[in-house]
């Protein structure tokens, strides 16, 4: 058989969203669409507008966008965010039809046809509608095998307070925190004030259900409480407050190697603060950041043991499949304490997820072919 008759398998790349993290997924999309291997997967871009809008575009639209934005930030010296508009095909997902293809149409039309044919989706999406298990359900539904989490994990992984919950049912030490819904913040204001003053100051004010540290406060003192958590309900009405934990900040990546086998997890990966920074968005994509991230970390053979083995045993407790990144703080006294996992960490060219993986040894185009390889073969179905 000669190779212009070998079907390869179409693999279509999910960019943009609803979220607050728009901007971040366009840059993971395009280092995830730089990465992929042409010579062995077709390749399909869906951009996804920040109304929610799907439409067909490209790994060169993806392209222009990001460096576009990275341009105009080396240019005026702060942050421009990429976003995608869409253009003039809106796409379709054929939910209950049973085939595996995309309908389109043109904006205001009101026949559809019928699209390329989808293999396998690789959602590159992070934050709410995208990472936390909404999309994965319509992909569910629509009988499309994707990359990444299930339904489940993916929720129960975007929320910090059932993933606490997740964590200490499986053992793993995590840090005091409080949660305070909107009905909770709307009746008794005061005694969420009580519960969150038990846990003593600085405290960290974070939105449950976000990403790329968005809405995210410290807060050294009770004065400035309500202000940090009206910031963290712009994303979310449920929040979660975390005591501030004097420790080290350690990263460490897990890669499924198959559904019969023990995760894989990588080196580990430090981010470094100069002063009393936090790792906000500003720190994390201002190009005048001055936290750095550093891998491998200098950490003793026991420690570094200690925490790839809790990554991996974090990643089982959510029951996660494909990937995820697991963050811990390093107490002076030794105690390794998981902060969160993220099941859809970032692709960009400074993202930890990827390079620690580089500095374990599994370059970039090899650990994206082997993302697709298991959402390949695994099995539609419950998740």
């Keep these: 058989m000669s190779n212009s008759t070998i079907t390869k398998p179409t693999v279509a790349v ?30 399909v871009v869906i951009g996804i507008t920040e109304e929610g809008r799907w439409y067909l575009s490209s790994p060169e639209e993806i392209n ?14 702060k942050e421009v965010k990429a976003y ?8 379709f997902l054929p939910l209950g039809e049973g085939d595996s293809k995309l309908r389109l149409c043109s904006e205001g039309a009101t026949e559809f046809r019928l699209g390329p044919s989808i293999d396998v989706v690789f959602p590159v999406l992070h934050g709410p509608f995208g990472e936390d298990g909404t999309v994965q359900g319509l992909l569910e539904s629509a009988g499309l095998k994707y990359v990444g989490c299930g339904v489940a994990s993916s929720a129960i992984g975007m929320d910090k307070h059932f993933m ?21 913040w ?14 003593g ?8 259900r976000a990403g790329s540290s968005y809405g995210i406060s410290k807060v050294d003192r009770e004065a400035d409480l309500d202000a940090a ?55 994390k994509y201002d190009p005048k950041s001055k936290t750095k991230t550093v891998c491998p970390a200098e950490l003793d053979e026991d420690a570094q043991t200690r925490l790839r083995a809790l990554a991996v045993q974090a990643f089982l407790s959510l029951d996660c499949e494909g990937l995820a990144r697991a963050d811990f703080f390093y107490t002076q006294e030794g105690k390794l304490i998981i902060n969160e996992v993220n099941t859809m960490p970032g692709f960009t060219p400074i993202s930890m997820y990827k390079i620690m993986w580089e ?24 998740r």
């Excluded at 995608?84 to 796409?91: A, D, L, M, T, W």
């Excluded at 004030?193 to 846990?199: F, G, S």
């Excluded at 979310?236 to 934990?245: Q, R």
């Excluded at 697709?372 to 073969?377: G, S, T």
């Design 14 to 43: 999910l960019a943009g969203g609803t979220s607050s993290e728009h901007s971040v997924s366009l840059v993971s999309a395009s280092g995830v669409l730089n990465a992929i291997d042409t010579q062995t997967y077709d390749v």
């Design 229 to 283: 958590i009206a910031e963290a309900q712009k994303h979310d009405p449920k929040i979660i407050i975390e005591a501030g934990i004097d420790g080290r900040e350690l990263e460490c990546a897990v890669l499924e190697v198959s559904s019969a086998e023990q995760p894989i997890s990588s080196c580990v990966g430090e981010i470094v603060k100069e002063g009393q920074t936090f790792y906000d968005s500003t720190e």
């Design 164 to 184: 606490k919950v997740a964590f200490e049912s499986a053992g793993l030490d995590v840090g005091p925190y409080v949660v305070v819904t909107h009905r909770q």
């Design 201 to 208: 100051y600085p405290v960290f004010v974070k939105p449950a």
């Design 64 to 77: 222009k966008l990001v460096n576009e934005a990275a341009q105009e930030t080396a240019r005026t010296g």
């Design 359 to 382: 500095k374990t040894g599994l370059k970039y185009t090899e650990l994206v072919d082997r993302l697709i390889k298991l959402a390949l073969e695994r099995e539609l179905g419950l």
């Design 186 to 199: 709307a009746m008794n204001p005061k005694q969420a004030r009580q519960e969150i003053n038990k846990l």
């Design 84 to 91: 995608f508009r869409g253009s003039q095909e809106q796409v």
